[in-house]
């Protein structure tokens, strides 16, 4: 399609348009020239040219290119343990002082946005591994039922245990004969999961000790970005963390009422 073809018809509103009716994502919420030229390339590169609408019908009347495409879209990259330096210190720093601060039930963790539960399962095997005086009931949410239907097996590749810690994968998970890596009973016992989009979710006020939101923001707007992050601080109890991706960062803080302790993490003051 020519620059003044683009210019003449823009495709993009109606395909968004499209895909929310057809699958309840919201493009519109993302940044678009990102997002559009994301698609635009995987098109092209499944189909030989960019043409959305074209696209759009591909969408609708077959269910292999629809996933194909979500699988693309959801941005659905994780592994366990995935950036190491966070997890040594929620390990070393964040259960601990939850458990010492907190109260007596268990800890309510949220793994938001979670994927296919790589994140999840590496918190419930840090919460094992952080004594029996630590307890958690961990909930993953995303908005991909396929991934979630997959996070609840709890199942990973090789690929996605390339950067656990050896005697911890050993020590939560099983090598099956295929060589993949199955999450043991007392880790799947930790979690649960459930299909939520973060742009329309209400959580509970003040209601989790420890909110993981990683690598999930990077697309939305400013704007979006920030309203999300402010619903996730309401969702906090005082005292309680958020931890955002390594290449993340939560606009005015200080006004949300968190203060920084680590790269990444906040404390809700009160």
Known sequence: MSIVERTAHDPYPEFTAGLR???GIDLDQYKRPQMERRI???????HGDDDLL???RRLRADDEELDAFLDRMTINVSQLWRNPEQWERIGRDVLPDLRAAGPARPLRIWSAGCSYGAEAYTLAAHVLDAGPGVRAEIVGTDIDNRVVARARRGIF???DARDAPRDAL???FEQTADGTWAARPALRALVRFEQGDLLRVRPRREHHDLILCR???IYFTEEVRDALHERLVEALRPGGYLIVGATERVARAADLGLEPTHPFT???VG
């Open 21 to 23: 009716r057809l699958t």
């Open 40 to 46: 635009r390339t995987w098109i092209t590169a499944r």
């Open 54 to 56: 074209a696209e759009l």
């Open 157 to 159: 590749s090789d690929a």
């Open 170 to 172: 050993l020590r939560h």
């Open 215 to 217: 690598n999930t923001v």
């Open 266 to 268: 906040y404390r809700k």
